[in-house]
């Protein structure tokens, strides 16, 4: 119940002041949450879902779950897609949903360069189940909170909100080489369910996200086989006054892949990032496991588990042979 109350406070002083973003380990497998400008890069449409499972051994730990189609639209240079992510809190006593579409506009510099824009925009709804709260005041040394009474903390006057949000983002890439930049919440949305009483939110803080990569040929594929590869690839986000950046290497052979990643926030080391998965025709199933590397590890919280599933066209055999045939190619291959 401790827990509870302080993961309560915890919300409340997130969303009221430095908020910060769910943000997957599996990044490459939730493109449209990273970036606006990934939208439409498969050849074909595809089909993403996402979970993540935070300090798995907390009692009301964080759960995020997210889905996204996206399409390429070929004759007009652009793609678009759709995208939806939830966040749960204390078993759902506090959730976040964020619903919105993504545009691209693919510009074409030369024979091997190309530039991505990207925007995006949706909503976001935040709701809080109060009577599932349980504070100080309403129990007791003997019985605990068995037969709770009224708490004199203040109910919020409002316990859901709904409010727009919007970012913009940027990619460049050739056949071996990719970068790019997003902005998320560019108007600062103001999801807290405080601000109605005493104006203490400023909305949510930019998210800022650089990434970047490489795709290194290993073994050439053919009909059959999608031969391998390595990306080496780094990703920085900054959120007013919270960093993370994540260095390591996504590795595909055949129909498996696997990867490594190092993460570190602010000035400590956070965790490293275990991934293994295959891929069998247009499907692709990953798992990951965040190893806790701070200070936390000490409380045993049991790690980070993330799963990801995509079904991508561009891999069904009628697909590759106009792919072949129209000469597609770039460096996207772990985001596929």
């Avoid at 859901?160 to 050739?174: E, P, S």
């Avoid at 190092?262 to 496991?289: K, P, Q």
């Avoid at 792919?323 to 597609?328: D, H, L, P, T």
Wanted: glycine content about 10%; proline content about 4%; aromatic content about 12%.
């Amino acid at each position: 119940m401790r827990l509870y109350i302080l993961l309560f406070y915890t919300i409340i002083l997130a969303t009221t002041g430095n908020a910060q973003d769910p943000l997957f380990s599996q990044f490459y497998a939730a493109p449209l949450q990273l970036n606006p400008a990934f939208a439409g890069v498969t050849y074909a449409p595809r089909v993403t879902f996402n979970y993540r499972s935070q300090w798995a051994q907390i009692e009301g730990g964080y759960r995020t779950y997210a889905a996204s189609f996206d399409q390429a639209l070929p004759s007009l240079n652009s793609g678009f897609g759709i995208m939806l992510l939830a966040d749960d809190a204390m078993n759902g006593v506090y959730k976040t949903v964020r619903l919105g579409g993504a545009y691209s506009y693919n510009l074409q510099v030369n024979d091997a360069f190309f530039i991505k824009f990207g925007v995006e925009a949706g909503m976001i709804r935040t709701s809080l189940d109060w009577e599932r709260l349980r504070f100080p005041d309403q129990g007791d040394p003997l019985n605990g909170f068995e037969d709770p009474v009224v708490s004199e903390e203040q109910r919020p006057q409002t316990l859901g909100r709904t409010v727009l949000d919007v970012g913009a983002g940027l990619l460049v890439h050739t056949r071996i080489f990719y970068g790019g930049v997003s902005v998320k919440h560019l108007n600062n949305p103001d999801e807290s369910l405080l601000s109605l009483n005493n104006n203490l939110s400023a909305g949510l803080p930019l998210r800022i996200t650089l990434q970047a990569g490489a795709e290194i040929e290993v073994k050439k594929g053919n009909n059959r086989n999608p031969g391998a590869f390595i990306s080496p690839n780094v990703l920085v986000a900054r959120q007013a006054a919270f960093t993370q950046v994540n260095v390591g290497a996504y590795a595909g052979y055949s129909r498996f892949f696997s990867g490594l990643w190092y993460r570190h926030t602010g000035s400590n080391a956070d965790a490293a990032i275990i991934l293994a998965g295959f891929r069998e025709g247009v499907l692709r199933l990953g798992y990951s496991y965040d190893l806790t590397l701070s200070r936390l590890a000490n409380a045993n919280p049991g790690g980070t588990h993330e799963i990801s599933l995509a079904i991508n066209f561009d891999d069904s055999k009628e697909i590759q042979r106009r792919r072949r045939s129209s000469k597609y190619n770039d460096c996207f291959k772990m985001f596929k």
